[in-house]
Nanobody, 126 residues
Framework: VQLVESGGGLVQAGGSLRLSCADSRRTFSNNAVAWFRQAPGEERQFVAT????????YYTDSVKGRFTISRDNARSTVDLQMNSLKPEDTAVYYC????????????????????WGQGTQVTVSS
């Protein structure tokens, strides 16, 4: 698994962005995949996760109703559609894949994910 994120950028509050995570080796169709984010001076935090077939999805409370995680295994991609963006959503967003096919137990923990991308910057201006 080798993950590459794209789609970050600068957007005004209330706007939308769509992030994409691609597996360049096209092998993560059986892996649970998550998005995390890290703001300056803060810990990396869980945003959302999705099971191998898209049947299970979990979100952190602050993004529920605004963000949607989805995947296309034929294209080996996992997307994060972000709507109604707020300045507090500003962070570097990371894609991460687990060795398991479904999110387990503490699915929000960084330790559950073994493969990480390099991150993409999202900046939301007020």
């Amino acid at each position: 698994v080798q993950l590459v994120e794209s789609g970050g950028g600068l957007v005004q509050a209330g706007g939308s962005l769509r992030l994409s995570c691609a597996d360049s080796r096209r092998t993560f169709s059986n892996n649970a995949v998550a998005w995390f984010r890290q703001a300056p001076g803060e810990e990396r935090q869980f945003v959302a996760t999705i099971s191998w077939n898209g049947g299970s999805k979990y979100y952190t409370d602050s993004v529920k109703g605004r963000f949607t995680i989805s995947r296309d295994n034929a294209r080996s991609t996992v997307d994060l559609q972000m709507n109604s963006l707020k300045p507090e959503d500003t962070a570097v967003y990371y894609c991460a894949a687990a060795r398991t096919s479904v999110p387990r137990g503490a699915y929000y923990a960084k330790s559950q994910y073994q493969y990480w991308g390099q991150g993409t910057q999202v900046t939301v201006s007020s």
